[in-house]
């Protein structure tokens, strides 16, 4: 399944297949990104991130692409399980600055 | 501690009350951010500090609003003459370096003002 971020802010999928979530960010300067899950009633848990001077960077069943050109991020979970389950967050960072900016998020719902 | 901890978990506060909320950081770690998070939206940065500087605090939307961070490890976000529009969950954030790196985040504090 694939969700376009602000436009689709859900997304369900069945378990065992991949997830993408897409995020567009705002801020040409950034170079710092991360995604981050949040379950309900907890903080934000990261995930992975990614550095500018990357356009791809793989963890455990998840892997995030950072296309510069058009200030697009992608979260791709592999075989998804019913613990991932949330709302997934990209942040972005510039090293100018303190603050990550959030994007609006999407929840992503696991059918067994 | 293991992790971020923030207290309490959960306030309810008359309009116009004061409150204060308490985060305690990683121990060790330099940088600390608080967050204001509406119902369904993202995270929304309110300061950061680095040790006891408080570095930035453009996002704290009034003057109502005032974080402390004195002896570089506990913090406090005071928010003053509360109103319902402040109603969210409070999220504390610390990292080891200075701003840039990994963010751990505690679990917040849901305030709600009635």
């Known amino acids: 399944g694939e969700s376009v971020g602000l436009h689709l802010p859900t997304l369900s999928v069945q378990e065992g297949d991949n997830s993408i979530i897409n995020c567009a960010y705002s801020?040409?300067?950034?170079?710092?990104f991360i995604w981050y899950k949040q379950e309900s009633g907890k903080g934000p848990q990261f995930i992975i991130d990614i550095r500018s001077n990357m356009d791809k960077r793989q963890g455990q069943r998840v892997t995030v692409l950072l296309n510069k050109t058009v200030k697009h991020l992608s979260l791709q979970i592999a075989a998804t399980q019913p613990g991932d389950s949330a709302v997934y967050f990209c942040?972005?960072?510039?090293?100018?600055?303190?603050?990550?900016?959030f994007g609006t998020g999407t929840s992503l719902t696991v059918i067994p | 501690g293991a992790g971020v901890s923030q207290s309490p978990r959960y306030k309810v506060a008359k309009r116009g009350q004061d409150v204060a909320l308490r985060c305690d950081p990683i121990s060790g770690h330099v940088s600390l951010f608080w967050y204001q998070q509406a119902l369904g939206q993202g995270p929304e940065f309110l300061t950061y500090?680095?040790?006891?500087?408080?570095?930035?605090k453009s996002g704290l939307p009034s003057d109502r609003f005032f974080a402390e961070r004195p002896e570089g490890s506990v913090s406090t976000l005071k928010i003053q003459r509360t109103q319902q529009e402040d109603s969210a969950v409070y999220l504390c954030?610390?990292?080891?370096?200075?701003?840039?790196?990994?963010?751990?985040f505690g679990p917040g504090t849901r305030l709600t003002v009635l």
């Open positions: 500090f680095q040790n006891e500087a408080q570095l930035d």
């Open positions: 801020n040409s300067a950034s170079d710092y």
């Open positions: 954030a610390s990292s080891l370096f200075a701003a840039g790196g990994e963010q751990f």
């Open positions: 942040a972005e960072n510039s090293n100018t600055g303190n603050q990550f900016y």
